[in-house]
Nanobody, 126 residues
Framework: QVQLEESGGGLVQAGGSLRLSCAAS????????VGWFRQAPGKERQFVAA????????YYADSVKGRFTASRDNAGNTVYLQMNSLKPGDTAVYYC???????????????????WGHGTQVTIAS
């Protein structure tokens, strides 16, 4: 059982930056792919970014390409999402999720992940 905890959310002005962290309880976290998803009020949860187990592959939704960067520190059991040039449309609750043996295509599907954090609120003011 892997427990995930997100942190780093908050309120920033449009154009600003935030770095989200996803900390895991288990050392086996290093063998998991990690995805970032977000859900705005009244909308479905959507894929944002993902990183494979060793950080060698990263994947992004078109809406965040060039602005968001996923990275990981396996020694520290933590995955990060650096978010730059934030827009009001990025406002949502952001979740991290972990899954094993995911293909690149699978990483974009929330149903493929086994463990989820409780989310962190990101609010971008215009």
């Amino acid at each position: 059982q892997v427990q995930l905890e997100e942190s780093g959310g908050g309120l920033v002005q449009a154009g600003g930056s935030l770095r989200l962290s996803c900390a895991a309880s288990e050392r086996t976290f290093s063998s998991y792919a990690v995805g970032w998803f977000r859900q705005a009020p009244g909308k479905e949860r959507q894929f944002v970014a993902a990183i494979n187990w060793n950080g060698g592959g990263t994947y992004y939704a078109d809406s965040v390409k060039g602005r968001f960067t996923a990275s990981r520190d396996n020694a520290g059991n933590t995955v990060y999402l650096q978010m730059n040039s934030l827009k009001p449309g990025d406002t949502a609750v952001y979740y991290c999720a972990a899954g094993r043996f995911l293909s690149a295509q699978a990483m974009g599907r929330s149903s493929e992940y086994d463990y989820w954090g409780h989310g962190t609120q990101v609010t971008i003011a215009s």
